[in-house]
């Protein structure tokens, strides 16, 4: 990787998601957890998803609200959709990574590579819920980097500190999944602040 250009990295991860997933795209469908997701936004529309979802996660059943419309329960669309979440987690885990460890390149293009290809998460093929989740780990993720661009880039701290407070509070508010590692935030910022100091 090291003679990779940044650039580089995020076709490299786009490649290696499209290669692995996008193959046989084409030839899947709706599985699991979509089936009773297609149900109601066939029975009772999008705004039938705000209501299933008001009981336990209200803001998530919102999301549903602005992505089902636009795409309708067409399988190709949520599978395309669900890849290009995946590729964007991990080229915001390399960036977040990057921004972290400076001087690790290889290390963070290696760990996003692996994030995309980890074979433990096996339900890539439940688009319709699983494009949901990699919204909001974006935003997760995308809160963590622009923490660390805080610290980095004084000029800027207030809006990216502002920024990563407002995405860490949409993801809390989104689903609880990511809240233990949300904890973690101290610690990796005090490794910028040291390296800073």
Known sequence: ???????????????????????????LGIYWDDVPITWIYHTYGASGLTRYFSTNRPVWGLLYQLTVPVLGMHALAWHILAILGRWLSGVLL?????????????????????????????QQFIPVVYSHFFIVLNVFLGSFLLSVLAVRQPRRRLIYSLLAWALGLANLLFMEYFFFLELTRPLWLAVVIWQES
């Open 94 to 122: 390399w960036r977040f990574l990057l921004a972290v460890w400076r001087d690790r390149k290889d290390f963070a293009a290696w760990a996003a590579a692996l994030f995309i290809l980890y074979p433990g998460f096996s």
């Open 1 to 27: 990787m090291k003679r990779f250009r940044n650039g580089v990295i995020p076709l490299f991860l786009l490649a290696l998601a499209g290669l692995a997933y996008g193959l046989w795209a084409t030839r």
